[in-house]
């Protein structure tokens, strides 16, 4: 009974339901090759959620994800087009080692200085577009400038779907193994959970924040470049406001802004129907200008949702006044 | 939110002397930085003192001021609103449709303080009455708000406002005076009365620093919650008013981005981020800051984007500086 009430059962009926409404219109939309394009177009949001996913459950939040993953893009644009026969393995490797690198940034402001998270990554997501726009002087790297493989490598098909849809799965997969199974990932929860706990545990708190902001940092950069060579253009702008989105697919997929509570397969599953309504609104004729407000109300009803199923069932004796915490 | 320190508070075994706690305020530090920019904008730039020139870099902050100092209040009493900005795009959006329907200046104005209360009553009654944390819901409404507009609009835009509209962001009371800057200065002195010297004023300080305590001695912390998102909600009316004015036309992203600029001004001028403490003077001067900077980099051809490299910078330095001075003390001592 507790499993079919699951924020991930309702999700996934939530999903199915979508795609029965928009096939009962146009029953080409949930023919496998169009799931199949539908979930490479969302992988981008996956992979980023997943990061931001371990942010939030450190008690921390990521607002800089967007503009880390425009910095690396267009770093890594800018490698390929000074050596245009670099091989993709090493683009891969520069990508998450320059995202790693903004995510430690913001990791060592909220560890060693204590500064509020969502001060700090405010911060640096102005800084980081504003470092793109110095490089490159505002001009935009298009797609002649590239080489083949340096924008082939996300789309070249293997097994009838596209590597970045494989990569979103890899990165599905491998932080379905971390934060299961791995000291660090349930170092994350228990950061999360009860902080003061965690600190009696022998768990540095501020050391496993950093490291969840490096993960998310990490990816950012992956996305990064996937983004740039699947669009095969890079400039400042690039995935402007896209951190919302992404904050968004955790919020639905279940995971508790107030930390510790949160699935990867929840936060799997609330990219994913942020992607559906993505793909499906121009299908079923609604002007792509609802998305906004689509994903806006999204976050509110889910996050509302998320409360009233996590307040404690009970009795209140005392009031207390920050029913937020 | 990150962990607050739980650590006991750090109480003097003597009081400071009201002078000597004046001199090393943060207000009087952040005083002497806004007067060594003035100094090194005039230096640099032979534009600079020009009265018309500083009139016109008093719009750099008016607008994004008035709603730092509802914001100031609102995250002194341990809350935040990131939907400020969208909130005037709705409101823009709105008086587009009143303006469209045919109605005179009275009634666009009405119709963006309007908005902006409504706005705020949204998010104020999703944090008070379903107790869900002001940053996500904030975040949620942001989108939804600029989503409406951009339902609403597309990529269209609402233009030919009456010319008597124009008044509030394009005229001046008398000679280099703008209406926004006399705005700006009313305001000021109204907020500064209710923070530092109302019973109210008191009930936010309390709210932020300790809310349960705060409901154990009779303030009702939700209701302070709720003025406090409807006053800033009202603040982002009115700078939609002014700035919808000002360009004299509306677009669906107008003022994006807005938001992070007045929570650099409101944290720049003192406001712990975290609640419970913080002043309007410094807030004042913190919105000088900001428009001297942007306008001196802006006589010297520094880009927009450039800039904002500084405003980040000076966000996180502000909080980060005397983090690190503290600590380079203790190391030291």
């Keep these: 009974m507790t499993h079919l009430k699951s924020r991930e059962t309702i999700l ?34 996956i992979i980023l959620a997943l990061g931001q996913m371990a942010v939030i459950l450190t008690r921390c939040i990521d607002l800089s994800v967007a503009a880390n993953l425009a910095l690396t893009g267009m770093v890594c644009a800018m490698i390929n087009v000074a050596a245009p026969d670099l091989p993709v393995g090493v683009i891969l490797t520069v990508a998450l080692a320059i995202g790693a690198m903004l ?118 950069g992956l996305t990064g470049y996937l983004w740039v060579a699947r669009y095969s253009v890079a400039y400042v702008d690039i995935a402007g406001g896209f951190e919302l989105d992404v904050v968004a697919a955790c919020v639905i997929g279940g995971v508790s802004i107030a930390g510790g509570a949160g699935t990867v397969v929840g936060t799997l599953l609330g990219a994913l129907f942020l992607g559906v309504v993505k793909n499906a609104l121009p299908v079923v004729d609604i002007s792509p200008f609802w998305q906004l407000a689509i994903s806006g109300a999204a976050i509110i009803i889910a996050v509302a949702f998320n409360a009233q199923s996590g307040r404690s069932k009970g009795r209140v004796i005392l009031k207390s006044a920050e029913h937020a915490q | 939110m990150s962990l607050t320190d739980n650590a006991p508070r750090h109480i003097p075994d003597r009081l400071r002397s009201p002078l000597q706690d004046k001199l090393v305020s943060w207000e009087s530090l952040l005083l002497a930085v806004a007067i060594a920019i003035f100094i090194v904008n005039s230096l640099a730039s032979p534009y600079f003192l020009n009265a018309w020139n500083l009139s016109d870099a008093t719009f750099n902050f008016t607008e994004k001021a008035m709603i730092a100092f509802a914001m100031a209040l609102l995250i002194i009493s341990g809350e935040i609103d990131l939907s400020v900005a969208a909130i005037i795009a709705l409101a823009s959006t709105a008086m587009g449709v009143a303006m469209e329907m045919g109605a005179g200046t009275p009634m666009l104005v009405l119709v963006g303080l309007i908005t902006g209360v409504l706005c705020g009553a949204f998010n104020g009654a999703l944090v008070t009455k379903l107790g869900l944390p002001s940053i996500v819901v904030t975040i949620g409404t942001m989108s939804l708000f600029r989503g409406i507009s951009y339902i609403i609009l597309g990529d269209g835009a609402f233009r030919g406002y009456p010319s008597s509209f124009s008044w509030f962001g394009q005229g001046y009371v008398f ?79 107008i003022a994006s981005g807005m938001e992070l600029e007045v929570v650099t001004m409101v944290v720049l001028g003192g406001v712990n981020i975290l609640g419970g403490s913080g002043s309007i003077p410094g807030v004042v001067i913190a919105a000088f800051v900001m ?28 909080i980060a500086l005397p983090r690190l001075w503290a600590m380079w003390r203790k190391k030291a001592g």
């Design chain 2, 175 to 253: 000679w280099v005076i703008s209406v926004e800057f006399v705005i700006f200065a009313l305001l000021a002195v109204v907020f500064g009365v209710i923070l530092h010297k109302t019973n109210f004023g008191r009930m936010v300080y309390a709210t932020g620093n300790n809310a349960t305590g705060a409901l154990f001695s009779g303030v009702r912390v939700d209701r302070v919650k709720m003025t406090l998102f409807l006053l800033t909600g009202l603040m982002s009316g009115l700078a939609a008013i002014c700035l919808t004015s000002r360009l004299g036309s509306t677009r669906p992203s």
């Design chain 2, 291 to 318: 428009g001297l900077v942007t306008f001196g980099l802006g006589l010297l051809n520094v880009p927009g984007i450039v800039m904002s490299i500084f405003i980040g910078l000076l966000l996180i330095g502000v």
């Design chain 1, 103 to 220: 995510g430690a940034i913001n990791g060592i402001l909220v560890w060693k200085l204590n500064i509020p998270p969502i001060v700090v990554t405010l911060g640096t997501m102005t800084i980081f577009r504003g470092i793109i726009f110095l490089l490159t002087e505002g001009k935009w790297i298009n797609a002649h400038e590239m080489s083949p493989q340096f924008t082939g490598f996300p789309r070249s098909d293997v097994l009838g779907m596209p590597v970045l849809g494989w990569i979103a799965v890899l990165v599905s997969v491998v932080m379905l193994v971390v934060m299961a199974r791995t000291t660090l990932g349930r170092s994350i929860y228990a950061v999360g959970g009860n902080p003061h706990a965690a600190v009696y545990t022998g768990i540095d708190v501020g050391k496993t924040q950093f490291a969840a902001f490096v993960i998310s940092g990490m990816l950012a």
């Design chain 1, 12 to 45: 996934f009926g939530a999903i199915l339901c979508l795609l029965l409404v928009v096939a009962t219109r146009f029953p080409g939309f949930v023919a496998p090759e169009n799931l199949i394009a539908v979930f490479t177009d969302t992988s981008p949001l």
